[in-house]
Structures are given as C-alpha cells and as structure tokens.
C-alpha cells in the first residue's frame, strides 16, 4: 500500500493507473462501516484508493475538531489490511494553504437538518470532497447512508457541476442492536452507549408505522419522539421525515421519504437515517 502525503504524488500516482480507481474519502478512527466502503470500492473497480484528512473546514467549534478521534499508525495498518492500494494522508497546509480562498457551496439541500443545526458544515464538506476528487480523479467515490443528507449534498455537487466521477451509496452498517457505526461513539460512556440504541428504535418505530400504513408525517415524527423520551439521557436536536430528495418536511409522505434524526447523548452528538420502505424490515 502507497501512502502519499502531496499533491503532486497524487498526481504522479494516478498517471501510472491503468483501469478504475473506486476511492473512499474519510476522516479516519475507521470501523466497520469504513470497511463496507473500502469492500465496495474494490469489488467494483480495478483499484481502491482512500483519503485520510481530518477536515478543519467542515466542523464548527474548535473543539469538536480537536477531540475528534485519531489514530493514524491503526487506521494505516487497517487500511492496508483490508487490501486499500494508496491512501493520501495531506497534511493541512496542503489542503488549505494561508490565503486559501475557493470553497464550494450546495444551496437550499444545505439550509435544513445537519446544514441548519451546524452551520457552515456542509460548505466544509463539499469544498473538501470537491478537492479530494479533483487531485485522485476517482471513477468511483463510496458514501455511507448514514450520513444521508451529506450523501444528498455530494451527489448534488458531483451533478451540478458535471463532476465526472460516480457517487456510490453504501447501506449504515449497525452494532448488534441497531447503533449506527460512527467514529464519535467512541466517546460514549457504558451507559451513554446503551441509552444510544434509541436512535435505530426510534427510526424503526416510524419505518414500522409507515410500513403499516401511517402517512401522517406529524404521526411518523411523533412515533420517533416518543422512543427518544425515554431515554433521560437523550437530548433531541431534531427529528425528521422529509422529501428524500430535497429533504423538506413533509407534511403527507406522498412518495419517497428519509427519517432522520440528530441527538446530544452527553457531550456526544449522533446522527442516523433510514428510507422509509414499505415492507417491513428488522436492523
Ligand atoms: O463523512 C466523512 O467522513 C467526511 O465528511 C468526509 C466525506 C470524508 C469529508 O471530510
């Protein structure tokens, strides 16, 4: 496995790439779910590239930047391990030099849920992935679900701006009880992280209504508020059944639909997603 630290070792690494090149971007302390996205990425292409940067631009406080987890000696050794063939480690200089000043901007899709409660995080995000996809040029790049409207966002972008490169979308992978695979839940206290299984029941209460027939997006809403009010450790930020592809509310759920949801456990901030289907599904 290549690990590159600049751009022009990129670039030089990629002129030599015969074939595909299925890249996953991340911000490291991988998991499982990375794994699902690395699995992807080299199933269907000739090579599996990654990116490994801790992006500055897309947190808001500084300490949420500073106490995110990393681990780079594991996360190159898992890396390597599941069978990754380059992974470009940028130093932060190299991504946003001192008078960096081009960012890119998603509208409207940005202003709700993740974009409304964190703001400026999603300009963060697509200014990063625009960068990382132009210095690999990737055939493919691979996205979790879990990060649903940051999916949404990306693929917009990769549209908008005829980006050519295909944005794969990858199911949550999920713990034995429902959590949601996320770096951050390794901030969570033993009894944080049993109060945190509420967040698939609350996702799955709504998808087991819908499923049932419920299209009263108030009575889907208030099915995933009633999960989360009894856990006392559990502070909601929002709850959401919206359009699946411009993630306004809904008010009847018509035609496709994402609940979502974006809880405070402790110091810890969680976020989850699921399509609502109308079959119904267990984890
Ligand atoms: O999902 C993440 O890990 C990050 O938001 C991403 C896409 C790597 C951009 O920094």
Redesign the pocket.
């Known amino acids: 496995m290549q690990i590159l630290r600049t751009i022009p070792e990129v670039r030089a690494a990629r002129q030599q790439v015969q074939g595909s090149i299925g890249l996953v971007?991340?911000?490291g302390y991988l998991h499982e779910g990375h794994l699902a996205l690395v699995r992807a990425a080299r199933t269907q292409n000739d090579h599996c590239w990654a990116?490994l940067?801790?992006?500055s631009l897309?947190f808001g406080s500084n300490k949420d930047f500073t106490t995110y987890p990393r681990d780079l000696p594991r996360d190159l050794a898992m890396f390597e391990a599941w069978g990754a063939d380059v992974v470009f480690v940028p130093e932060a200089g190299t991504m946003y030099a001192q008078d960096f000043s081009s960012f890119v901007e998603v509208e409207n899709l940005t202003e709700r849920l993740e974009g409304a409660a964190r703001p400026g995080h999603f300009r963060?995000?697509t200014t990063?992935?625009c960068k990382?996809l132009n210095i690999t040029q990737p055939h493919r790049a691979y996205?979790?679900r879990k990060?649903a409207q940051?999916l949404r966002v990306?693929q917009r972008m990769v549209r908008d701006l005829a980006m050519p490169t295909t944005i794969v979308p990858i199911e949550t992978v999920r713990e034995a009880d429902g959590l949601a695979l996320a770096?951050r839940n390794v901030h969570l206290q033993p009894d944080e992280r049993q109060a945190a299984q509420a967040l698939h029941q609350a996702l799955q209460a709504a998808q087991q209504r819908y499923a049932a027939g419920e299209r009263n997006a108030d009575v889907l809403r208030a099915a995933m508020h009633a999960v989360l009010a009894n856990e006392p450790l559990i502070n909601v930020d929002y709850v959401s059944i919206a359009d699946d592809e411009s993630l306004a509310e809904l008010t009847t759920v018509a035609g496709p639909a994402l609940a979502s949801l974006a809880v405070h456990i402790g110091t810890t901030r969680l976020i989850d997603a699921m399509e609502l289907r109308c079959e119904i599904t267990t984890l």
């Open positions: 971007p991340t911000m990116t940067f801790v992006n897309q963060g995000v990063v992935v990382l996205f979790g990060d940051q990306i770096s």
